[in-house]
Each structure stands twice: as structure tokens, then as C-alpha cells.
């Protein structure tokens, strides 16, 4: 299973969720004695790859450091319907108030990695790397991209300040790729050059700048085909290094056409921008190591 290094912003993703939640207080976990203890259980509700342990941790921990979670799945695992994800001990306020929050990370990344997972499954036997993008969720794209790298796929830049990625806006203000691409070389800034073409065209210029990624966006198979081989033919005789990136309306239905053109990657917006949060529940009972799955009823029914 892939590992990722934890952002360094956990800590404040999660203090901003709970913030957002709690506000002034948990009034209606007011109802349950101060000193009540509970147990709880995690179910996942659909097939999945699991994600987000360490924020669903940090939620509880934030706001008792009494309650303590055991997990059944290691991170990226995988989860079947029915299954029991983990189990929480501790002070039962705390883990009433932190239910949602913490619920809300472990779905929303799990679902994140999940998805990914699928892509890079339609992708395995070929050399092509799944990356990620920049349509993120706000306030959420560290967590999302850790998401990407547990489901197995690669992160392409973080933000704006790791690479320069020429668009056709870019191209348009500055007149021209070649003006562009003569820019960006004089700001010295030591990170990746990339340029996004549209057509063959654009491709050539790019390789004439020797830019050292080409995104090329939208362009069907055949095209696809042909701009690699430009490519491979470009790093032959000029010892380069430029590689190439297809983007731009890829589908589990379509990727491993678009991964057979030899592209060297695949950017998917998708992965971060549309989520689907694996369906889970946080039930309390007598005993969590009693639990077992055939006591779940939606389990037994799917």
C-alpha cells in the first residue's frame, strides 16, 4: 500500500472543521452525564479504499485526549460493505461532538482515494502515472492530495508557487509560446517549466523551448499518438528530457485508451473535484469487540 507524508497543515485543517462545528459549544451533548463513557464503532456502508485515519484521530484527540480510537484497516486498505473500520473508547461528550467532524474527513478522503485506486487499477500493467490537479476543495487541497498518493496515484504541483504552468491565457497576455516560455527561463526560479498546448502546433513550439512537461489538453487518441512520438523523437536526438501528460476528459471508461498512446502520465481533475464520500457510520454499543458483521442489518441487505 502507498504511504504519503502528512501535511503540514493537519493540524489547522482540523481546528478550522471543529471551529466551524462546535462554535460555542456542543449543546446537545449536554444531555449526556459529564462523566458517562462509551464505546463506538465505525461501519463502512460500500466497498472503498480507506483514507484519513490521522485527521479523524486528531478530531477526537483535539477535544479529549482520553478518547482513544483502534483501527481494523490499515491506512489505504481496502474496506468491504458491513466491515468495521474501527472502534473509539472514551468519554462519551467528546466523541458525540466529534462525531460528524471526524466522520466527515474519513468519508470525504476515503471516497478521494477510492476513486483514484479505480483509475490506477484500468492503468496497471502500463507505465503511466495518475496525477491530480488543482480543482481541489478549498481549504482541503493538502488533504486531498495526500488522499491521491494513498490511492496510488502522483501529485502534480501544489499551488503556484512549485512549478509554472504556461496556459493558453498565459500565452495569450505574454504573444506568443516562444515569448512565454523566454520568460519563464529568465525568472531562474528552479521549478518545473510546463506548457499546456492545444494542438501539434503547440506541441513543436513546446519542444523548441524545451519546456520540461507537456500537458496536452483535450486531444483525442490519434493526436495523443502522434505528439509522443514527436516527443520521444525530440528527447533522442536532443538528450532531453520533456515528458508528456495527457488531460482533459479522461473516464475509468477511457484511460487506459488514452494510457496506451504512450503518454507518460494522465491528469484528472475529477479526483478531487467531484467527490463522492464513501458512505460510513459511527454507531455506539455495549461492546466494540462484541461487534460483529452480521450485525448489521443494511449489510446483510446489499
Known amino acids: 500500500m502507498a504511504s504519503a507524508k502528512l501535511p503540514d497543515d493537519l493540524d489547522a485543517c482540523v481546528e478550522r472543521a ?10 446537545t451533548a ?31 484527540t483535539k477535544l479529549d485526549a482520553h478518547v482513544k480510537v483502534t483501527w481494523d484497516v490499515e491506512e489505504g486498505g481496502a474496506l468491504r460493505n458491513g466491515q468495521r473500520v474501527c472502534a473509539i473508547r472514551g468519554p462519551a461528550r467528546p466523541m458525540l461532538t466529534g462525531e460528524r467532524t471526524a466522520l466527515n474527513f474519513l468519508q470525504t478522503l476515503s471516497g478521494t482515494a477510492t476513486l483514484v485506486r479505480k483509475f490506477v487499477d484500468r492503468v496497471r500493467g502500463t507505465p503511466v502515472r495518475i496525477v491530480d490537479t488543482r480543482k481541489t476543495l478549498p481549504g482541503l487541497r493538502s488533504a486531498q492530495k495526500y488522499a491521491v498518493v494513498i490511492g496510488g496515484g502522483d501529485n502534480h504541483r501544489q499551488g503556484l508557487y512549485d512549478a509554472i504552468l504556461i496556459k493558453e491565457n498565459h500565452i495569450a497576455a505574454a504573444g506568443g509560446i516562444r515569448e512565454a516560455v523566454q520568460r519563464a527561463r529568465a525568472l531562474k526560479s528552479g521549478v518545473p517549466l510546463m506548457l499546456e498546448a492545444e494542438n501539434l502546433a503547440e506541441v513543436q513550439a513546446g519542444l523548441d523551448g524545451n519546456v520540461d512537461l507537456l500537458l496536452l489538453d483535450d486531444f483525442p487518441t490519434h493526436l495523443l499518438t502522434k505528439a509522443v512520438a514527436m516527443a520521444r523523437e525530440y528527447r533522442r536526438f536532443n538528450r532531453a528530457q520533456t ?23 494522465i491528469s484528472i481533475g475529477a479526483l478531487t473535484k467531484h467527490v463522492h464520500a464513501v458512505d460510513m457510520s459511527m454507531r455506539f454499543v455495549p461492546d466494540a469487540d462484541a461487534w460483529v458483521e452480521e450485525q448489521n442489518p443494511r449489510a446483510a441487505q446489499k
Open 243 to 265: 515528458r508528456v501528460e495527457a488531460s482533459g476528459g479522461v473516464t475509468l471508461a477511457n484511460v487506459r485508451d488514452v494510457a496506451d498512446t504512450g503518454v507518460d502520465r
Open 30 to 60: 449536554k444531555l449526556v452525564p459529564k462523566d458517562a463513557q462509551a464505546q463506538a464503532v465505525v461501519i463502512a456502508r460500500e466497498p472503498s479504499v480507506l483514507c484519513g485515519r490521522p485527521w479523524f484521530e486528531r478530531v477526537f
Open 18 to 27: 471543529l471551529a466551524e462545528d462546535v462554535g460555542s459549544g456542543d449543546v
